[in-house]
């Protein structure tokens, strides 16, 4: 797993092939941490759409869709996987992968506006962290934030 965590930081393109293997691998970390290094690839992992785009949808892993929908929707592919991004906003049972998700959201930017709804819910979530990502995004999303934008607290 560690190997794996590490090939992903690296940032390296040569790393594609290794990295988008390991997007099968029977461990959930070890997808996680492929994932997150095909994210960091930013353009460079579009060789790896299709295998991405196989993850989205067979991935057993909320954890490992989110950072898969993350890459593909910031490898402009934003049809599916920002909708599955909003729909786990919106109903994942897990507040933490909800987080993740919104998280997700907040990285792929204007792609994420027909989902404003969503992001209007989970600013007035009741879960804190959820609320205040919420609050940030929807700032973010209509063009208002400024340093002194009220995102944290109970306002």
Do not use: C
């Not at 393109?13 to 492929?34: F, H, I, M």
């Not at 930013?42 to 196989?54: G, N």
Request: hydrophobic share 45%; aromatic share 6%.
């Amino acid at each position: 797993m560690l190997r794996v965590a590490e090939t992903a930081i690296e940032r390296d393109p040569e790393n594609l092939d290794a990295l988008t293997a390991k997007l099968s691998d029977g461990n959930d970390v070890v997808r996680y941490w492929a994932a997150q290094g095909l994210l960091m690839l930013r353009d460079a992992a579009q060789p790896a759409v299709e295998a991405l785009t196989e993850a989205l949808e067979a991935d057993t892993s909320p954890h490992v869709r989110v950072v898969v929908a993350e890459a593909l929707a910031r490898l402009g592919h934003t049809g599916r996987p920002v909708r599955f991004l909003g729909e786990t906003v919106d109903t994942h049972a897990n507040p933490r992968v909800r987080l993740l998700a919104l998280n997700a959201l907040t990285s792929v930017g204007v792609a994420a506006l027909p989902y404003m709804a969503v992001v209007e819910r989970a600013a007035t979530s009741t879960d804190e962290y959820i609320r205040n990502a919420g609050r940030y995004l929807r700032f973010v999303l209509t063009g208002t934030y400024t340093p002194a934008s009220p995102v944290f607290g109970g306002f």
